[in-house]
């Protein structure tokens, strides 16, 4: 089936500097995507999403950027602090389907 | 705001035997829930999306009759690890949608179930 995947799958960051998380998809149809942060024994938690028809979006601290052409995700996170360590997840949602596909995860880990 | 509980959050069980993880949206209705199943280090996999008053649609590779879900009310959603096996161990994930569109403003995850098959 489609797969969504990730390039790197530990980012080691210091604590102010920014941190920049990947994802390659491959299904040219998906029409939707997020940003999941997973905490250790915890369920997923949404950070920001971005529709296909935009090529960024930003929120608090966190800004994703999307490019259709090499189908390619990032999440970008300014000031990047202690409590943003943990598993980053892409999802994505094909066009005519419900649920969502998650990528394979980058752990951030955050140095002090 | 919206939450999904998950029970138990932990379960440990004998080979062989049956187990029930419970996924509840507590303040919406949920026409559709999402189970996922997490290894150790690895992405979440979809298992099953669950219909309330139909039946699951699983994904291909997942038995049906081994991972039994019933989303009997618009409330709840469960699933049923029918004789279990050490292979079967894993972290459990629901999620609800609390209205049509799938989004990340509509859709809620449980904080999974540990599941230990001994």
Known sequence: GENVGLHLPTLSVQEGDNSIINCAYSNSASDYFIWYKQESGKGPQFIIDIRSNMDKRQGQRVTVLLNKTVKHLSLQIAATQPGDSAVYFCAERGTGRRALTFGSGTRLQVQP | GAVVSQHPSRVICKSGTSVKIECRSLDFQATTMFWYRQFPKQSLMLMATSNEGSKATYEQGVEKDKFLINHASLTLSTLTVTSAHPEDSSFY????????????????FGEGSWLTVV
């Open chain 2, 93 to 108: 994930i629901c999620s609800a949608s609390r209205s049509g569109e799938i989004s990340g403003n509509t859709i809620y």
